[in-house]
């Protein structure tokens, strides 16, 4: 347990080499261990209710596709700084700019965008359910790039499937 802490928390045993004023500022603000997990779990279930409620909104006539677009785009966005709790702002940035996950990235936050817009100032429901579908893609993509070798499973599960 010892050891996940320290990699959780970028100690993970490399040696820094002064690092900059970032890296000083992200060390001087680190929480205490179960402070990370009691924010992680705050915001991911935070996220995840609001995805659940969102969805069940949907279906309301006249203002059901603002409001899903709204809370599902929040709850992505909580979810997403869920993880920022466990390792930290910086280092959070630092991993999704990394090259293996730089585009499912920008696809997510350009839809978490554009799913707004489509909802309020283009009003338009079509896109607005697009972008939203392409947000938990591109999610769903990001995540699979934390587990070792699940991009290329799926990759070959749908090959296989077409």
Known sequence: ????????????????????????????????????????????????????????????????????????????ICALASTMFLIGPLRQLKNMCAKVRALATTVMLVCLVLTLCAAFWWKNNGLALLFCVLQFLAFTWYG??????????????FSLCI
């Open 144 to 157: 699979l790039s934390y587990i070792p070798f699940a991009r290329d499973a799926v990759l070959k599960l």
């Open 1 to 76: 347990m010892d050891k996940l802490k320290q990699v959780l928390s970028g100690q993970d045993g490399g040696s820094s080499d002064g690092g900059g004023i970032l890296e000083t500022a992200n060390q001087a603000s680190s929480l205490a261990w179960g402070t990370r997990m009691k924010g992680f779990l705050i915001c991911f279930i935070l996220g995840a209710l609001c995805s659940i409620l969102a969805t069940c909104l949907l279906w309301l006539p006249g203002f059901g596709l603002p409001v899903f677009a709204v809370l599902y785009t929040f709850g992505n």
